[in-house]
């Protein structure tokens, strides 16, 4: 069986799959840190969506990258799971 991970290597050296990706970094980003906050906190998608007052179904929508959550979904987010909401900008690289 072919695992996503190892087909994603083998795509990188594909420059239009690359710059896809790349252009998608933040949002891949965020939904790593979701799913993340989530496991840290001990909790099943079910339970987070409980304390969010939310469905499951939304949870699962923003730990795959599916949606783009507001400010306020994501700062529920991290009270639902004990953290804090901290939101940065980076320099884009090769950029001034």
Do not use: C
Not at 27 to 56: N, P, Y
């Amino acid at each position: 069986m072919t695992r996503i991970r190892n087909l994603h290597k083998k795509w990188m050296w594909d420059p239009a799959y690359r710059r896809e990706y790349e252009a998608l970094e933040g949002e891949f980003a965020l939904a790593e840190a979701v799913a993340e906050a989530r496991v840290r906190a001990g909790l099943s998608q079910a339970q987070l969506a409980r304390r969010m007052r939310t469905t499951q179904s939304t949870v699962a929508r923003l730990e795959s990258g599916r949606s783009r959550p507001s400010t306020r979904t994501l700062d529920r987010l991290a009270r639902a799971t004990g953290h804090r909401l901290k939101i940065s900008f980076e320099p884009m690289r090769g950029r001034r």
